[in-house]
């Protein structure tokens, strides 16, 4: 059985809770490591000694938003969603809105954005399974879908973030351009 070096672990998460206090205040090119390592309470030969790059630390956050986004897709059969949308856009937002803004700036920050298509490559490729656990579909069908699906509601969240008052967005409209969006496509807004 493998041991955990507890020590490591410490620092791994020391490291993830600097950059996602960095993230929130600094452009993704402004944080250093540096920076960073003083933000953790580290110097700059431990990090090295658990990761190649600030790219690298990234990805593993990346990673475990990719997880819990992951973990709702994979909450209710994909045949379930289809008749009731409503309750994995629910699951979204309480996840987007329950996680540090630095979660936020990794979705929907520019700074971020290869990150963001990073976590939206994964994503596709989780729901495309669920699609076919639940649909006869092939998989060029199913990524095809659910690229269409992680894709929009991604950025549509992105929108009513950038528009929203005070930091809140409408969460009921959200829900019902996402709702009508990806299960008409733009057939209802041309009626």
Not at 92 to 102: K, M, Y
Not at 131 to 149: E, K, V
């Amino acid at each position: 059985m493998a041991t955990i070096d507890k020590r490591a672990l410490r620092t791994q998460r020391a490291l993830l809770t600097a950059l996602e206090t960095l993230a929130v205040t600094h452009r993704y090119q402004a944080i250093t490591v540096t920076l960073l390592t003083q933000q953790a309470g580290i110097n700059r030969k431990t990090f090295y000694l658990h990761y190649d790059t600030l790219d690298d630390l990234v990805t593993q956050f990346s990673d475990q938003i990719t997880a819990q986004l992951a973990a709702i897709i994979q909450r209710r059969p994909i045949a379930y969603v289809y008749h009731h949308p409503g309750v994995l856009l629910d699951d979204f937002i309480q996840f987007v809105e329950g996680h540090s803004a630095a979660v936020k700036r990794v979705l929907f920050s520019d700074d971020y954005s290869q990150f963001a298509t990073y976590i939206e490559r994964k994503l596709t490729r989780t729901l495309a399974t669920a699609i076919q656990a639940s649909y006869p579909l092939t998989r060029q069908d199913a990524t095809i879908t659910a690229h269409f699906l992680i894709h929009n509601t991604l950025s549509l969240y992105h929108y009513f973030i950038t528009t929203a008052k005070n930091g809140q967005i409408d969460q009921t409209t959200f829900k019902t351009y996402a709702e009508k969006l990806n299960f008409q496509g733009v057939s209802p807004f041309f009626h």
